[in-house]
């Protein structure tokens, strides 16, 4: 059981999270498991929690806990999931993680690894509030950390870079409380169990991180 790598994913909006997620389940041959797709996947298959979850997403309303879980519980029981997975966007609050502990804790298993990609507020609506793109061609930037050569202008093609709506900055600093508010409780409860290290993201390359993020799975 102590090569089991049950690991769960956080991160605020803007930390990069994918980028990370992405190398580990492709080092660790783990199944990468986020709660969009996983809600997606059981409403396509029709499963039984699908079924029920495809009422709610429906409707635009947030699916349950008791709904999500039961997804989560479909979901960890294949084949795939059997040695290890890496959970994305669950456990968002103690209850659900109580829930995991005990799901796990049925089949002799336990999470082995919380990291926490942990990088400052002030940074993750930099990132996110200079996000452009170019509205011809798509081209990403960041007016901070990748400019364009000149202001509002795409290198590629010349066309005007363009922000979304929803990452202007009292959204983002929205989004950004709202994911502290839900994962301090975890990063405490993680903590107690000893299960929790984290990856200092602040004013680093995504290499970087990475190779922190190596250190915590190796253990
Ligand atoms: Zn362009």
């Known amino acids: 059981m102590s090569t ?14 994918g980028t990370q997620a992405e190398r580990i389940v492709a080092d ?7 709660t969009g797709e996983m809600l997606r996947a059981a409403v396509a298959k029709g499963t039984r929690m699908g079924l029920e979850a495809q009422k709610y997403m429906g409707s635009g309303a947030l ?5 999500v879980i039961g997804v989560v519980r479909e979901r960890l029981a294949e084949p795939d999931a059997a040695d290890g997975f890496l959970l994305d966007g669950f456990p968002r609050t103690i209850p659900q993680a109580e829930q995991l502990d005990a799901m796990l804790a049925e089949a002799g298993r336990a999470v082995t690894h919380v990291v926490l990609i942990d990088v400052p507020a002030d940074e993750l609506v930099q ?6 793109s170019c509205a011809g061609c798509g081209k990403l930037y960041n007016v901070t950390f990748d400019p364009p050569k000149a202001d509002g202008v795409c290198d590629v093609c010349g066309r ?18 709202v994911y502290e508010d839900q994962t301090a409780p975890l990063i405490g409860y993680y903590t107690e169990r000893g299960v929790l290290e984290s990856a200092l993201g602040g004013g680093k390359l995504p290499d970087e991180v990475y190779a922190r993020v190596q250190q915590i799975l190796a253990d």
């Open 4 to 17: 089991q790598h049950n690991v769960i994913l956080l991160g605020g909006p803007g930390a990069g999270k």
């Open 28 to 34: 660790l041959r783990l199944p990468h498991i986020s």
């Open 63 to 67: 699916v349950p806990d008791e709904v």
């Open 127 to 132: 990132r996110i509030a200079g996000r452009r």
């Open 160 to 177: 005007e870079l363009v922000q979304r709506a929803d990452d202007n900055e009292d959204t983002v600093r929205n989004r950004i409380a």
